[in-house]
């Protein structure tokens, strides 16, 4: 199985500064079609997770320009631009690359 | 609007089995695009993938729990059920239904609200 480790696990934030976070898997997550199956989420606070980013770089429906993904193979980060308080909640990183799907321990994102 | 509902027994005895049915709206289940999925989380923990299935009645399962679940789908109804034998308090978390798109773009798109099961004697 895949192991994902994120870090931070903690991460206070300012509002308007950048934020990034780093999720790493233990075997590539790049197929041979050249994707790389890594999913972003957030789960704020009493909801439910909702889909940022897949395939390591695609914004999903509806998310704001100022998050991005980025990286390949193993090493991967989230990036916000600058940070809103809405922005609040525990990040996870998750690999499909192959079944079971697992997911990193979560980045927990507060207001300073 | 695609929406997922999760339905089900909230408390449960050690030893006894959980049930959970989840009702998808907005979309037809037997959509070739999509799995649909299992996820759970304790209280204060992370995510734990369970299993999926596809509209076929193909599954993939955590082998973590493999001998304990079971997936299933029911076309008629557009749902999709999880069946885990033998619960211990381990298996209290709020579990969720999801939607995974893995033949367009990716990801678990849509996710239910969530429900809590709680094991205790």
């Known amino acids: 199985d895949i192991v994902m480790t994120q870090s931070p696990l903690s991460l206070p934030v300012t509002p308007g500064e950048p934020v990034s976070i780093s999720c790493r898997s233990s075997q590539s997550l790049q197929h041979g079609n050249g994707n790389n199956y890594l999913d972003w989420y957030l789960q704020k606070p009493g909801q439910s997770p909702h889909l940022l980013i897949y395939?390591?770089?695609n914004r999903a429906s509806g998310v704001p320009d100022r998050f991005s993904g980025s990286g390949s193979g193993t090493d991967f980060t989230l990036k916000i631009s600058r940070v809103e308080a809405e922005d609040v909640g525990v990040y996870y990183c998750?690999?499909?690359?192959?079944?079971?799907?697992?997911f990193g321990p979560g980045t927990k994102v507060d207001i300073k | 609007q695609v929406q997922l509902q999760e339905s089900g027994p909230g408390l449960l005895k050690p030893s006894q089995t959980l049930s959970l049915t989840c009702t998808v709206s907005?979309?037809?289940?037997?959509?070739?695009?999509?799995?649909w999925s299992w996820i759970r989380q304790p209280a204060g923990k992370g995510l734990e993938w369970i299993g999926r299935i596809y509209f076929s009645g193909s599954t993939n399962y955590n082998p973590s729990l493999k001998s304990r679940i079971t997936i299933s789908i029911d076309t008629s109804k557009n749902q999709f059920s999880l069946q885990l034998t033998s619960v211990t308090a381990a298996d209290t978390a709020v579990y969720y239904c999801?939607?995974?798109?893995?033949?367009?773009?990716?990801?678990?798109?849509?996710w239910g609200q969530g429900t809590l099961v709680t094991v205790s004697s």
């Open positions: 998750m690999q499909a690359l192959q079944t079971p799907r697992s």
């Open positions: 907005g979309d037809s289940i037997t959509s070739g695009t999509y799995f």
């Open positions: 395939l390591g770089s």
């Open positions: 999801a939607r995974e798109d893995t033949l367009v773009r990716g990801g678990h798109d849509y």
